[in-house]
């Protein structure tokens, strides 16, 4: 896998996937009273902090972006 995040790109998308996965459980919002709501917030979660983990997002790839120096 190529590297293509930077690390303010990585810090950003690590709160956002904690955010994500601990909303549904813990922020009593009535829009995650649904279960397709919650799902896809813990799918969107988990999918952000394994870009922030492996520092590669395909999509990056695909669109021959890069945030990183390197």
Do not use: E, H, Q
Request: with cysteine; hydrophobic share 55%; charged share 10%.
């Amino acid at each position: 896998m190529t590297v293509n995040v930077g690390d303010i790109d990585r810090m950003i998308r690590s709160t956002l996937g904690i955010v994500l996965l601990a909303l549904p459980f813990i922020g009593g919002m009535a829009v995650f009273d649904s279960l397709l709501a919650t799902i896809l917030s813990v799918v969107v979660g988990l999918v952000m902090l394994g870009v922030a983990v492996t520092r590669s997002c395909p999509l990056y790839t695909v669109l021959g972006m890069r945030t990183c120096k390197v």
